[in-house]
């Protein structure tokens, strides 16, 4: 790709694209979007990290629109932005967006369907059924660290969503400083 800047489509049309291919493959259209607050990664009873197999909504739920946030704050980005299905769940696809030039080399041979013209790739993945963890136990004793990076470490987190909702960007790691230091400076006067 040259140094010439991409214009992405709106949502819905991305959408429409990716929901078009996933009927064109059997797969269920309606999608169910994930952060990356709600994976669930796991050991096995070895002590290995398993593959993805489960996610949750109920304890950390994303709000309306969140999808549309994060392909929009994505979309600004000129690296790669990936359509990424998990699997499904009672009927629906679940998905969730990331976007990092990690996935430039990635291609059909990976699973990608690629869009040049739009820097955008889908990946259709497994013809699996994920589970969906409403036990707050199981969900406390997921794995978040140590584990190998994998492409759903490039998914936007929750915390990002609100910031977009609340001020209508993610913040810089400034402005995050300074938050913390007048959170804590208030605490201090007693405000």
């Known amino acids: 790709m040259s140094n010439q800047r991409v ?3 709106d949502f819905a049309t ?3 694209e990716w929901q078009a291919l996933l009927q064109r ?3 269920p259209v309606e999608l169910l979007w994930l952060f990356s607050d709600n994976l669930c990664f796991e050991a096995d009873g070895a002590g290995k990290l398993r593959e993805l197999s489960a996610f949750q909504i109920q304890f950390t739920p994303p709000p309306p629109h969140a999808a549309e946030d994060a392909y929009n704050y994505f979309a600004e980005l000129q690296t790669r932005l990936v359509f990424y299905r998990l699997g499904s769940h009672r009927g629906r696809s679940v998905c969730l967006l990331v976007c990092d030039d990690w996935f ?6 990976d699973g990608f369907v690629v869009l040049d013209k739009w820097n955008i ?3 259709r993945g497994p013809v699996l059924e994920l589970e969906e963890v409403t036990d707050f136990e199981r ?3 997921r794995l978040i660290k140590p584990r190998p990076l994998h492409d759903l470490d490039f998914s936007m987190d929750l915390k990002a969503v609100h910031e977009i909702l609340a001020h209508g960007r993610v913040l810089t790691t400034y402005e995050h400083y300074a938050l913390r ?3 804590a400076w208030s ?3 007693g405000r």
Do not use: I, N
């Open 139 to 141: 969900w406390r004793q």
């Open 7 to 9: 214009q992405r489509p």
């Open 187 to 189: 605490r201090l006067l």
């Open 14 to 16: 991305a959408v429409h």
């Open 104 to 109: 430039k080399a990635r291609g059909e041979q």
């Open 25 to 27: 493959h059997g797969l």
């Open 121 to 123: 790739a889908f990946r």
């Open 181 to 183: 230091f007048l959170h």
